[in-house]
């Protein structure tokens, strides 16, 4: 689109197009003859997005309150362990660290099993495995793999990272890991893939990129 | 986050050992909430005449799809009462 200056990151039309839909709702009357050269058909239309956002988190709230209701009358009914297979099996969401959840991994709780820290940036990706307490246990990274450069910012060098932070992890006996991601790098997917490969088995994940609500300044615009 | 209590938002469990059907449902909601789209735009600062461009185009987009998705459900309705019933 040579008519951007500035680029922006995956926005398949740009925003100087938005003459077309002003002409179009008659907002404004002149320009329209810049856009001609440009008209192009609007893509598939789907329903609006606020509307299908606000409908899904609806139904997230009231699947949420459904599931822990859910897990109290299992508990409350004659429990087996098949009971308390389906109660696992059936809930998208974490157990709540107040006092109601049975589950364990390994015999522990949740709340105490370790941590996998993946950090994701653009050009490289870190794993550390934490106790839950916070005491670093294993780091790797694409770079004590032996990959240099450009081939850090890989999903193979990401996963190898991965698969070794797992065997590091397994010699010191660890089996059930939680999995935290940080940043939306070319390495987010393959290094928790590469941590099941290795042997680990990853029982929950959570994201915790860091969104600043407008906090520092970035760098500039690239202009490519 | 350090202020907010972790593993509550944005955590998703993985069922049956299924880590890919887990991350598709992670990246799902992060998407229909706006994260991801946050995060990429974040990276590199965006000037204020900008961010008003774009705020506008995406009303007008916004305006436009639901319009077109209004009438397409309005014309691909099949099953309508006949008109001249009784004729």
Known sequence: ?224 | MSRHLRFIARTVMVQNGNVDEAYKILNRILTHDGVIDAVKRKRYYEKPCRERQRKNFENCRRIYHSEMARKITFISVTNREDPWLGC
């Not at chain 1, 200056?5 to 740009?14: A, E, I, M």
């Not at chain 1, 239309?45 to 209701?69: V, Y």
């Not at chain 1, 105490?112 to 490289?124: C, D, M, Q, R, S």
């Not at chain 1, 932070?165 to 006996?173: F, I, L, R, V």
């Open chain 1, 1 to 224: 689109n040579d008519r951007k200056p500035l680029q922006t990151h995956g926005c398949h039309q740009s925003p100087r197009r938005r003459r077309f839909f002003r002409s179009t709702f008659g907002l404004q009357s002149h320009s329209t003859h810049r856009s001609a050269g440009q008209v192009t058909k609007p893509s598939a239309p789907n329903c609006c997005p606020a509307k299908a956002r606000t409908k899904i988190c609806e139904s997230i709230g009231l699947q949420r309150t459904l599931c822990t209701s859910a897990v109290r009358r299992q508990e409350t009914a004659a429990s087996t362990t098949s009971s308390a297979k389906t109660s696992r099996d059936s809930s998208i969401f974490p157990p709540i660290i107040g006092e109601e959840s049975s589950l364990r991994w390994g015999g522990k709780k949740f709340e105490e099993l370790p941590i996998a820290h993946v950090k994701a940036t653009y050009n490289n990706t870190h794993i550390q495995l934490t106790e839950s307490t916070g005491q670093s246990m294993v780091r790797t990274s694409c770079g004590t793999e032996g990959f240099k450069n450009i081939k850090k910012s890989t999903p193979i060098a990401a996963q190898t990272a991965g698969i070794s932070a797992a065997a590091k992890a397994t010699a010191k006996g660890v089996k059930f890991v939680r999995v935290v991601v940080k940043g939306l790098g070319p390495g987010r997917l393959s290094a928790i893939k590469g941590l099941t490969m290795g042997g680990l088995e990853v029982i929950s994940i959570t994201d915790n990129t860091p969104v600043p609500h407008n906090g520092c300044r970035p760098r500039k615009a690239r202009r490519t």
